[in-house]
């Protein structure tokens, strides 16, 4: 049914969004264990 594959698609979709914002917070914790402005600008470079 279409409906069951479009929710398998969404589940798809959160559980990607899921990894990636924990990707997105070790990269934050990251940045803020940097000491200095010039230290974050290289981190994102």
């Known amino acids: ?3 069951d594959a479009s929710a398998f698609t ?3 979709t959160v559980k990607d969004m899921s ?3 924990q990707k997105c ?3 934050s ?3 803020i264990e940097l000491k200095g402005e010039s230290d974050v600008k290289r981190g994102w470079n």
């Open 25 to 27: 917070e070790k990269v």
């Open 29 to 31: 914790l990251r940045l």
């Open 10 to 12: 969404f589940m798809g």
């Open 19 to 21: 990894s990636f914002s």
């Open 1 to 3: 049914m279409p409906f």
